[in-house]
């Protein structure tokens, strides 16, 4: 899967570093990292997975729900991730997040960082698992006898 498609790197790591806001999504098993790198004093960044959105207005008003206390968010970074979980540790987008949370000067949500991980991980493996077996997936060609 990660030898087919290609990530602008440096777009990507130019966007994290600026916007307010990062989705990014993972059409694989379907869910998106959504971090939301707006701070005050008492509420710190947001990191949480949540469903893939269809549309820029439906993550919106999820951010909105979320959030309540900002505004709506100035910048809004769409980011598919059509690779695999590791190669987003592996090319540094990964670091490049944490980063950005941690200008944030709020310790707790770079823990919750990695929980996160472990739970994209986790997403990754049991859909992978799922292609396998054949659970929820149709095969493209009948087995001839």
Same mark, same amino acid.
């Given at each position: 899967m990660d ?8 777009e !990507?790591?130019?966007?994290? /570093?600026? *916007? ?6 993972? #059409?694989? %098993?379907? =869910?998106?990292?959504? &971090?939301?790198?707006?701070?005050s ?9 949540v469903?893939? !959105?269809?549309?820029?207005e /439906?993550? *919106? ?6 959030? #309540?206390? %900002?505004? =709506?968010p100035?910048? &809004?970074t ?17 670091e ?10 709020h310790t707790g949500?770079?823990?919750?960082c990695s ?5 994209l991980?986790?997403f ?22």
């Amino acid at each position: 899967m990660d030898g087919d498609f290609r990530v602008d790197l440096d777009e !990507a790591f130019r966007n994290i /570093e600026v *916007s307010e806001v990062i989705s990014i999504y993972f #059409p694989l %098993f379907r =869910k998106t990292l959504l &971090i939301d790198a707006r701070y005050s004093q008492e509420e710190s960044p947001m990191v949480k997975i949540v469903p893939m !959105a269809l549309s820029i207005e /439906e993550r *919106s008003r999820t951010l909105k729900k979320l959030r #309540p206390n %900002f505004e =709506k968010p100035k910048s &809004i970074t769409v980011l598919p991730w059509p690779k695999y979980v590791n190669s987003l540790v592996g090319l540094g987008v990964w670091e490049k997040v944490l980063q950005r949370l941690v200008d944030s000067g709020h310790t707790g949500v770079i823990k919750k960082c990695s929980r996160l991980l472990d739970d994209l991980y986790e997403f990754e493996s049991k859909e992978l698992a799922a292609v396998i077996q054949g659970d929820n997936y149709q095969t493209m060609w009948a087995r001839i006898r």
